[in-house]
């Protein structure tokens, strides 16, 4: 499977439509659907990183366990205000950051997708997305370095991910790692090289 492994903001949905466009109907973004363990059955919608999360606490194979997709476009669960609506809290979970391990033993040649973009534009763009940062100071606190939430705590959270992700395929070269620069211009190509969809493919999303 090809895992984006960068932060949410940071390109996901233009991952996610580039794929589409280039005909890959199996991919996931934010959301798996999931068999419902209700007394109704069928398939429902559930948060990625939350299913992963219970997963991995339940020592199942993550990847298999919340739909086996072959594009996984964005895997960490968010806290946002519908989630709070739906479970009553706030839960924040990055399987890309938590669950590395458990990811790479179940598919140790996963081709992994990092985004990145300036962190001051990431930042910028954390503050347009709705009560983000709040939600982030609030239940993510200990992993962006404290409740504060101040742009330093987000940059050294923000860059210092890039760096983990980078430092696990070093430890796992089994792993190939597309690193996408958000916003250079070069996108589509270094895509196209690296999974033969043409370039045109590329556009952004979400600012």
């Given at each position: 499977?090809v895992?984006?492994?960068?932060?949410?903001?940071?390109?996901?949905s233009?991952?996610?439509?580039?794929?589409?466009?280039?005909?890959?109907?199996?991919?996931?973004?934010?959301y798996?659907?999931?068999?419902?363990?209700?007394?109704s059955?069928?398939?429902?919608?559930?948060?990625?990183?939350?299913?992963m999360?219970a997963?991995?606490?339940?020592?199942?194979?993550?990847?298999a366990?919340?739909?086996?997709?072959?594009?996984w476009?964005?895997i960490?669960?968010?806290?946002?205000?519908?989630?709070v609506?739906?479970?009553?809290?706030?839960?924040?979970?990055?399987?890309?950051?938590?669950?590395?391990?458990?990811?790479?033993?179940?598919?140790?040649?996963?081709t992994?997708?990092?985004?990145?973009?300036?962190?001051?534009?990431?930042?910028?763009?954390?503050?347009?997305?709705?009560?983000?940062?709040?939600?982030?100071?609030e239940?993510?606190?200990?992993?962006?370095?404290?409740?504060?939430?101040?742009n330093?705590?987000?940059?050294?959270?923000?860059?210092?991910?890039?760096e983990?992700?980078?430092?696990?395929?070093?430890?796992?070269?089994?792993?190939?790692l597309?690193?996408l620069?958000?916003?250079?211009g070069?996108?589509g190509?270094?895509?196209?090289?690296?999974f033969?969809?043409?370039?045109?493919?590329?556009?952004?999303?979400?600012?």
């Amino acid at each position: 499977p090809v895992i984006v492994v960068g932060l949410a903001k940071s390109g996901t949905s233009s991952v996610e439509k580039f794929f589409r466009c280039g005909g890959v109907s199996s991919i996931s973004h934010y959301y798996c659907d999931v068999t419902s363990t209700s007394n109704s059955g069928g398939i429902k919608q559930h948060y990625c990183g939350l299913c992963m999360k219970a997963a991995v606490e339940a020592g199942c194979a993550p990847l298999a366990s919340c739909g086996g997709y072959d594009v996984w476009a964005q895997i960490e669960a968010l806290p946002n205000k519908k989630m709070v609506q739906v479970m009553g809290k706030a839960i924040c979970y990055f399987p890309q950051r938590e669950a590395l391990e458990a990811i790479h033993a179940e598919s140790p040649n996963a081709t992994f997708v990092l985004p990145i973009r300036p962190t001051d534009d990431w930042i910028s763009s954390v503050d347009r997305w709705g009560n983000l940062r709040s939600f982030l100071r609030e239940a993510c606190g200990d992993l962006i370095g404290g409740r504060r939430g101040s742009n330093a705590d987000l940059r050294r959270f923000y860059e210092g991910h890039s760096e983990l992700v980078r430092n696990f395929v070093k430890r796992h070269p089994s792993h190939a790692l597309v690193q996408l620069d958000v916003g250079n211009g070069n996108e589509g190509s270094v895509l196209e090289e690296a999974f033969g969809i043409d370039s045109h493919c590329w556009g952004r999303a979400n600012e």
